[in-house]
């Protein structure tokens, strides 16, 4: 992945170590993956998984979000249409604002996801497999490792 464009405002300890950041993937890029959620065997998905090689699965809506792994790693895909404030994530009482192109990791289980207003409206994301040891790294370059 991109974590190389990663700041160290996109680093946060409280309450709990967590990453939010939406700089980190070219919009172009971005906005052809996320034409294409209901393809992944397409061109661009194909392209995007031999480029990266890391495992994802794509999600319909942010209540799936699998908290059994080590680290958590997501990269919401808002709905076009959606213009609601999207503070839908709790992470240790600290609200998260669900925003297209937008990655939160963490490695907190601590995670509550709201029930949407407005069920029209999905609330996908990618899950990304996201090994310790690149999390680590990832800490270690802003002296934020535990």
């Avoid at 209540?63 to 895909?77: L, N």
């Avoid at 669900?98 to 601590?110: G, M, Q, V």
Wanted: glycine share 4%.
């Amino acid at each position: 992945m991109n974590w190389e464009k990663l700041k160290v405002n996109h680093v946060f300890e409280h309450p709990v170590k967590h990453i939010y950041a939406s700089t980190l993937f070219d919009i172009k890029e971005y906005d052809k993956l996320y034409e294409n959620t209901n393809n992944l065997g397409h061109a661009v998905w194909q392209e995007f998984d031999k480029k990266y090689k890391t495992g994802f699965q794509l999600f319909d809506d942010i209540r799936d979000i699998d908290t059994k792994r080590e680290i958590i790693c997501v990269w919401f895909f808002k709905d076009r249409n959606d213009r609601s404030g999207g503070e839908d994530i709790i992470l240790a009482g600290k609200k998260i604002t669900y925003r297209p192109n937008t990655f939160l990791i963490t490695e907190s289980k601590d995670i509550k996801v709201l029930e949407k207003k407005d069920e029209y409206f999905r609330r996908p994301f990618l899950q990304i497999d996201l090994q310790r040891n690149v999390w680590e790294e990832i800490l270690k370059r802003f002296d934020k490792i535990a």
